[in-house]
């Protein structure tokens, strides 16, 4: 299964990232690992050696599910133990960490505690952007560059440090499970096999994790997923032709010269819904937010225009992100957003739109509805009775006898028995 080209934000996907290495194929590669960990008691530089070659398998197939997961596949990868001479991702991993742990050591040696502490910081901070760079491009030296780090944080702002929140939560979970393992008292040969299953299940789901990341900012990570696509070029989008040439730029690495052609076509053509979509991934890649802006503004009325609705709330959510004040100049197509962001259960974004639209609509007479409608989300969605009843009480003196009082009155009853309500 390949997921939805704008897929949910991670954080409505915490249970899925944690069930995620309960897959058969994961389940079934970290419990084989976890078995091959005995060798460990071999002892000696042949029992080291035995370990650390099962402990590479394990990473690299973390990193066939962080690939996976960045190119839209929920489905955990097959195949997990099956060997490749030329992916050495699971030994390029341990010999990262390595050094990363070598430049901890030496920053403690020679720039004391203080130094040594704001290493670790940084160096803990930095991990999931070092594995997420040498998942993407497999350039070990790029994935050590700090430059790297500090740019995928940059892009990807709020979302990578949340990210990191919940991969700390994963592994810090698993690392309880290990220790109670490691303090039960159970023999050698059940123990290691069950602390290495812990570990790897954590990691499992903290790669998928970091996968998942990418694939949800590839845009500004400008990551092209690996999606299967037909080669051939479709009739029904009369500007396939424009959209195959911007594809073929972006893969040849010249994203101004995409842009360019792009920015030209729509300022002077318009073009299809794929044209703008495409266009404005174009503009999140530059970091445009003027552009985005005017752009955005533009298709919305377009696209409401045209009665595609849905997509019109996506395109004022992106412009509320941009430009928190940003509220439609025309009546009409704010109630309408309205009444289809609260459809779609986008809550903040439709009371964000009905918020003062009287100050700008006095004479709109979508005014009662808009409020009775924020009025029933705050109720509602929210639990905030004491503002929805406020609202409904002033509906209820501006307009008496509007053909909206019963609906008024209905939810005012509803809003005053509810039970255990204190005023705001």
Not at 36 to 52: C, H, K, Q
Not at 145 to 150: E, K, N
Not at 349 to 378: Q, T
């Amino acid at each position: 299964m390949i997921v939805d080209d704008t897929p949910p934000p991670f954080w409505e996907r915490i249970r899925d990232i944690s069930t995620y290495p309960a897959q058969a194929d994961a389940l079934m590669t970290v419990g084989v690992l976890s078995v091959f960990s005995l060798t460990m008691l071999i002892g000696g530089l042949v029992g080291l050696f035995f370990y650390l070659l099962t402990l590479a398998y394990l990473y690299k197939y973390c990193f066939e599910v962080l690939r996976a997961s960045a190119n839209g596949r929920l489905e955990a990868p097959t195949g997990g133990l099956s060997s490749s001479s030329s992916d050495s991702s699971g030994w390029g991993a341990i010999g990262l960490q390595i050094l990363l742990t070598i430049a901890v050591v030496v920053a403690f040696r020679f720039g004391g505690a203080l130094i040594g502490f704001a290493t670790v910081l940084i160096v803990v901070l930095a991990l999931p952007g070092v594995a997420m760079s040498y998942a993407m491009d497999q350039n070990f030296w790029h994935a050590l560059s700090p430059l790297t780090w500090f740019e995928i944080m940059g892009r990807i702002g709020a979302g990578y440090f949340a990210a990191f929140g919940l991969v700390l939560v994963i592994l810090a979970s698993s690392a309880a499970v290990q220790n109670f393992l490691a303090q039960i008292g159970l023999p050698t040969i059940i123990a290691l096999p069950l602390v290495f299953f812990a570990s790897g299940y954590g990691l499992v789901a903290a790669f998928h994790l970091m996968g998942y990341l990418i694939y949800q900012y590839h845009d500004q990570l400008g990551y092209e997923p690996d999606v299967q696509k037909p080669l051939a070029r479709t009739a029904s989008d009369p500007d396939q032709e424009l959209l195959d040439d911007v594809a073929q730029m972006l893969q040849d690495g010249e994203i101004d010269m995409a842009y360019d052609t792009m920015r030209q076509h729509v300022r002077s053509r318009g073009g299809t819904d794929a044209v703008h979509t495409q266009y404005r991934k174009l503009l999140r890649m530059k970091g445009d937010a003027a552009e985005l802006k005017r752009h955005g503004e533009e298709w919305l009325a377009i696209l409401l225009g045209q009665d595609k609705e849905k997509a019109a709330v996506d395109i004022a959510r992106e412009l509320v992100e941009i430009d928190p004040a940003f509220v439609p100049k025309d009546a009409e197509a704010t109630t309408r957003l309205a009444q289809r962001a609260a459809a779609l259960n986008q809550t903040q974004l439709a009371l964000r739109l009905v918020n003062g639209f009287h100050k700008r609509h006095p004479k709109s007479a979508d005014i009662p509805a808009n409020y009775l409608l924020a009025a029933r989300l705050l109720s509602e969605r929210m639990g905030k009775d004491a503002e929805a009843k406020a609202l409904l009480m002033q509906l209820k003196t501006a307009f008496p006898n509007h053909a909206l009082a019963g609906d008024i009155d209905a939810l005012l009853r509803i809003v005053e028995s509810a039970p255990g309500k204190k005023p705001a």
